[in-house]
């Protein structure tokens, strides 16, 4: 990482003179921008400034694409960049609690990796400003940041779902001042007092330089649209000294407006204009989807181009949505995208409505502001061509960024930005979140199973370092260091049992040759409370010491698995006999009956296709299969989703603790047999009974009963991922390269 760390200590006399006299600085057409004074020693800007009229200039809209300027000319480019979340483990999102240490380490793989802006969704602390400034100090090619504004969500959506009107005058009083301290914020002019979930302190690094564009407000309840727009009918669109509602705009697009005027303004104090946009999704996109199954996705819309710049607004104005390619369901079902082929030749749905929404924006720069897929274990929803809410690995999911990326090129768009840059704990999935309970206790474990802690490029994975890590490789010095151990010899055998943030670990060692598990299988019984069953029919012939709630069969690659007790299954209970989804029997809710059911996660509720009105079935899917393979980063076979791996005479097995019917590891919470509950219910676990049997074997075992303490500091460690080099690649090839072709129309619909 190369920073040339520039002081400033004093102001030249000249600038300092027109400051006292209340004028603007003569900074000139090439001169560097000089950052607030201040106690602290801030780098300065090596970036040339357009100045035309007393306003300053980095970046800009200009023939239609998001353009920066060289010192010489304004130059169009692909954008290229990654999403970069607020939060490290053992922390909730609003601790904002990553150091400057940690941005620079950052700052500079990003850059490594050939992007060129990092998207961030609020006002971070002072230092993530300060070492962007260290970190740009002398470059001529910087790291750019969209500076996010976030929405007051709290007065938009209420707890029960409900969408609150936008313009009450709380509301925009509340949006205009996160707004005003954003601004202040990136010119190095705020002192904020603390206050939860916000970041506070002395911002004194002018980084204004380096903003490419503001990203305002969050993803649109479509409830709250609605409830806008039914608040103020007939209302006369907005007028404001730099954006302007157009004359069909709707009163939330208005509301839009008045915010995105109010940025304008705060930012023309400082004698800066940058490129402003909004935050969309295909929720609230303007384009109609007649076979969307689902009414709330095609509610209501939220037009871009019913917002405009005025003339004196020189910075332009672009669009920036979130698009992923599996949600929403109008990605698998409307025809006209699952037959669309791409400049490549490929049916490509995803690239199929890129080009519709590029054909609605016209004259205007459009950037995909999130895109990808994760490298989780767990999956929530199913996407055309594999493009799915889950299960890959690292290296499908820099195959499947990195052609995602691609089709945002292709399809002529001015950007793409990936979500994300790093996995983060504390987050939640529909079909996990209830039970990964308490919420406050999120942060303090890694959920395997929730897809939306596994975006990132750079793992952040359990233990103070790699060496602190159990790796599935066949070799045991890792196990021979870690003092968190349990251990019983069996007959011919040994298991030892540990444990991380994420996972339960076991190791069996075959005291009189190789394992040969697809010849005699191992069965693996797993006791967290009471009630179960002794006898389970995916072991036949086995006989446990207690009740089991998940029996795990080890056999050959393709034929290992871990069932679940159908009494104590959740997923039976719930989609089954409670709402009646799927095929649900009475004997699945006796424990006494020794029926194990699969381990598996809804993806899709029921569904009618409108236009057809097919009916979409109930879909789930299985993840209690067991990936045979290495979770060794420097091995060429290894697999982030493998769950054991045998070798000679040692088998390793990691275990995901939600898999286990863990809602909180980190305080011994599990789930209770929820027939009996009647409801979703959490107890204590005191202890996990590991209780190991060949086939072919009926002699009663002791189990291993396997305690930890709580915790609630974790220890982490980061890791770039498989996909980090497959985006490395593509990044390099298409960033910096202008976009494919000039938007059509040129710039004309950018005008008011």
Not at 490 to 509: C, I, W
């Amino acid at each position: 990482m190369h920073v040339i760390s520039v002081k400033k200590r004093i102001l030249p006399g000249l600038v300092l003179l027109a400051l006292l006299a209340g004028c603007t600085p003569p900074w000139g057409e090439t001169a560097r921008n000089l950052f607030a004074g201040g106690s602290k020693d801030i780098p300065v800007s090596a970036l040339p400034v357009y100045d035309e009229g007393g306003v300053k200039q980095t970046s800009a809209v200009k023939d239609g694409h998001l353009q920066v300027y060289d010192g010489k000319a304004w130059k169009p480019q692909f954008w290229s960049g990654v999403n970069m979340g607020a939060t490290t483990p053992g922390h909730a999102p609003g601790e904002l609690s990553p150091t400057k240490e940690d941005y620079l380490r950052w700052f500079g793989q990003i850059k490594a990796m050939h992007a060129d802006v990092v998207r961030i969704y609020t006002i971070l602390p002072p230092h993530f400003y300060e070492a962007l400034a260290e970190f740009n100090a002398g470059r001529k090619d910087p790291l750019y940041i969209l500076q996010g504004i976030w929405a007051p969500e709290e007065q938009l959506v209420g707890a029960g779902g409900q969408g609150y009107d936008a313009l009450q005058q709380d509301t925009i009083d509340q949006f205009r001042k996160e707004i005003r301290d954003a601004v202040q914020v990136i010119h190095g002019q705020l002192k904020r007092k603390a206050e939860s979930g916000h970041a506070s302190g002395k911002f004194e690094a002018d980084v204004s330089p380096y903003v490419l564009g503001w990203v305002v407000g969050i993803e649109w309840d479509p409830y709250t649209v609605k409830a806008t727009n039914d608040a103020h009918p007939g209302m006369k669109p907005f007028q404001g000294t730099y954006f302007q509602a157009a004359s069909g705009a709707s009163p939330f697009e208005s509301w839009l407006a008045q915010m995105l005027d109010t940025l304008a303004q705060e930012d023309m104090k400082f004698g800066w204009q940058h490129p402003v946009s909004f935050t969309n999704w295909v929720t609230t996109d303007p384009l109609t989807h007649p076979n969307e199954p689902s009414d709330t996705e095609d509610l209501v819309s939220v037009d871009p181009m019913q917002v405009r710049p005025q003339a004196g607004w020189k910075a332009g104005y672009f669009a920036s949505y979130h698009i992923y390619p599996y949600y929403p369901d109008l990605l698998r079902y409307e025809e006209k995208y699952q037959t669309y082929k791409d400049s490549e030749g490929n049916i490509n749905p995803y690239a199929g409505y890129l080009h519709e929404l590029r054909e609605h924006h016209k004259g205007i720069p459009l950037i995909v502001a999130e895109y990808g897929v994760p490298s989780s274990r767990g999956m929530a929803h199913y996407g055309p061509l594999n493009r799915n809410q889950g299960m890959h690995s690292e290296k499908e999911q820099g195959e499947i960024d990195a052609d995602l990326y691609r089709s945002i090129y292709n399809e002529n768009l001015d950007g793409a930005v990936l979500f994300a840059w790093q996995d983060e704990w504390f987050k939640i999935t529909w079909n996990t979140m209830e039970l990964d309970s308490p919420i406050d206790r999120r942060p303090m474990w890694r959920n395997m199973l929730t897809n939306e802690e596994h975006f990132g490029l750079l793992a952040v994975e359990p233990g103070k370092s790699q060496e602190d890590t159990i790796v599935l490789d066949g070799k045991t010095y890792d196990w021979d260091r870690r003092k968190n151990t349990e251990s019983r010899d069996y007959p011919g055998y040994s298991l030892t049992v540990s444990h991380d943030e994420a996972y339960l670990y076991l190791l069996l060692k075959n005291k009189n040759g190789d394992w040969k598990p697809g010849e005699q299988p191992l069965y693996i019984g797993f006791d967290t409370v009471d009630s179960g069953s002794a006898k389970a029919d995916k072991a036949p012939g086995i006989t446990f010491s207690g009740g089991q709630e998940f029996v795990m069969k080890l056999s050959g690659e393709n034929d290992s698995a871990i069932y679940v007790q159908s009494a104590y299954d959740y997923h039976a209970w719930q989609y089954g006999f409670v709402n009646r989804m799927m095929p649900w029997q009475e004997a699945w809710s006796q424990a006494e009956n020794g029926l194990f059911l699969p381990w598996r996660l809804p993806v899709s509720k029921p569904l009618v296709l409108p236009q057809s009105k097919k009916p979409v079935p109930f879909e789930d899917v299985e993840i209690g299969r067991l990936h045979h393979g290495t979770t060794d980063p420097k091995s060429a076979e290894f697999n982030n989703l493998a769950d054991w791996h045998a070798a000679g005479s040692v088998i390793e097995v990691r275990v995901p603790w939600m898999l286990l019917g863990f809602t909180d590891p980190s305080s011994h919470k599990v789930w209770r047999y929820p027939y009996q509950a009647a409801a979703f219910k959490m107890e204590e676990s005191k202890a996990v009974r590991v209780e190991p049997h060949l086939s072919g074997n009926s002699n009663p075992a002791e189990p291993v009963a396997y305690k930890w303490d709580n915790w609630n500091k974790p220890a982490s460690h980061e890791r770039l991922k498989q996909s980090y080099p497959i985006l490395k690649e593509a990044f390099g090839k298409l960033g910096k390269q202008p976009p494919k072709a000039t938007p059509p129309d040129g710039a004309a619909a950018a005008k008011p």
